[in-house]
C-alpha cells in the first residue's frame, strides 16, 4: 500500500504563488504516474498536471504558463510550483500516483493508484 502526502497548501492573494509537495511512501516499486488533481466546491475533480517517469507532462490548458509540475524520484516526490494564482484556482488539490509494488510471496508487482487526503489552495482577489 502506497501512501501520500501533501503539503503546501494555504491563502494567497491573487497573483501569488505557492509550491505543493506530495511525498509517497510505502512498498514501492516504481511510480510510473504522477499527477495533482483539484476539486472546487460544486465541480468535479479535475486533471491540473500529470507527468510520467520518463519526464513527460500533460497540463491543463487553464495552468499553462503558470503552474509547474517537478518530480523527484529518488525521494518520489512531486512537486506543484503555482504562480499568478487566480481566484478561479481555488479548490482542493489532490496528488495521485501510480505505479507497481514490491513482488508479493508469489513475485508478483501489484500496481497501484493511490490518492492524497487534499490540500485546501484559496486565492483571493
Known amino acids: 500500500q502506497v501512501q501520500l502526502v501533501e503539503s503546501g497548501g494555504g491563502l494567497v492573494q491573487a497573483g501569488g504563488s505557492l509550491r505543493l509537495s506530495c511525498a509517497a511512501s510505502?512498498?514501492?516499486?516504481?511510480?510510473?504516474?504522477m499527477g495533482w488533481y483539484r476539486q472546487a466546491p460544486g465541480k468535479q475533480r479535475e486533471l491540473v498536471v500529470a507527468i510520467t517517469s520518463g519526464g513527460s507532462t500533460d497540463y491543463a490548458d487553464s495552468v499553462k504558463g503558470r503552474f509547474t509540475i517537478s518530480r523527484d524520484n529518488v525521494k518520489n516526490t512531486v512537486y506543484l510550483q503555482m504562480n499568478s494564482l487566480k481566484p478561479e484556482d481555488t479548490a482542493v488539490y489532490y496528488c495521485n500516483a501510480k505505479g507497481a509494488l514490491y513482488g508479493d510471496y508469489r513475485g508478483l508487482r501489484p500496481d497501484f493508484d493511490s490518492w492524497g487526503q487534499g490540500t485546501q489552495v484559496t486565492v483571493s482577489s
Open positions: 510505502g512498498s514501492i516499486f516504481s511510480i510510473n504516474h
